[in-house]
T-cell receptor, first 117, second 110 residues
Framework: NAGVIQTPRHKVTGKGQEATLWCEPISGHSAVFWYRQTIVQGLEFLTYFRNQAPIDDSGMPKERFSAQMPNQSHSTLKIQSTQPQDSAVYLC???????????????FGEGSKLTVL | GDSVTQKQGQVTLSEDDFLFINCTYSTTTYPTLFWYVQYPGQGPQLLLKVTTANNKGISRGFEATYDKGTTSFHLQKASVQESDSAVYFC?????????FGTGTKLQVVP
């Protein structure tokens, strides 16, 4: 059973360029989450989807970050006009939500390490 | 808002030492609490989960008890091994998304 798949594993961009990160959740999982991990801030929540619908994007920097989930097997995180402070590991996670409250464990991918020069 | 606090940034132990990692939380709900472990180059993976129904979680020799009185969820292990070296995260889920502590890096020396 494949886990959460994230691509690319490493991406280097120049300041001002666009970066798109992909996530394939575990088949059958109804919730997909994006987190950002840095040494200074730790694991920061960005956004999540349930049954492909956006539920909470309260952690997303509003101006340059966007996320989509066009189908149940695929989510993307796009960062426009990347800045050096966007450098981080971006982690995607999925979970099965068996009821109205999301109390299931998260299954994380290995992350996409973004470096903005 | 909900929050999780891990005060220990790094812990260094010798093999067979007792492990204690502190975690406290703040919430107005009755959350589910988790401990995740992260190895280099990997995403966090679940170590154990505790709900208000069971109060205690045990996995792979690790255990954590949900204490509503002190709002704590400390992680313990009686005897650590070098293979336990990793970063440990406490997390809280109050019904939306999981909030993580800043992590505690455990280094076990032989």
């Amino acid at each position: 059973n494949a886990g959460v798949i994230q691509t690319p594993r490493h991406k280097v961009t120049g300041k001002g360029q666009e970066a798109t990160l992909w996530c394939e959740p575990i088949s059958g999982h109804s919730a997909v989450f994006w987190y950002r991990q840095t040494i200074v801030q730790g694991l920061e929540f960005l956004t999540y989807f349930r049954n492909q619908a956006p539920i909470d994007d309260s952690g997303m920097p509003k101006e340059r970050f966007s996320a989509q989930m066009p189908n149940q097997s695929h989510s993307t995180l796009k960062i426009q006009s990347t800045q050096p402070q966007d450098s981080a590991v971006y982690l995607c996670a999925s979970s099965w939500t068996g009821g109205p409250a999301n109390t299931g464990q998260l299954y994380f991918g290995e992350g996409s390490k973004l470096t903005v020069l | 808002g909900d929050s999780v606090t891990q005060k220990q940034g790094q812990v260094t132990l010798s093999e067979d030492d007792f492990l204690f990692i502190n975690c406290t939380y703040s919430t107005t709900t009755y959350p589910t609490l988790f401990w995740y472990v992260q190895y280099p180059g990997q995403g966090p993976q679940l170590l154990l989960k505790v709900t208000t129904a069971n109060n205690k979680g045990i996995s792979r020799g690790f255990e954590a008890t949900y204490d509503k009185g002190t709002t704590s969820f400390h992680l313990q292990k009686a005897s650590v091994q070098e293979s336990d070296s990793a970063v440990y995260f406490c997390a809280l889920d109050s019904g939306t998304y999981q909030r993580f502590g800043t992590g505690t890096k455990l280094q076990v020396v032989p």
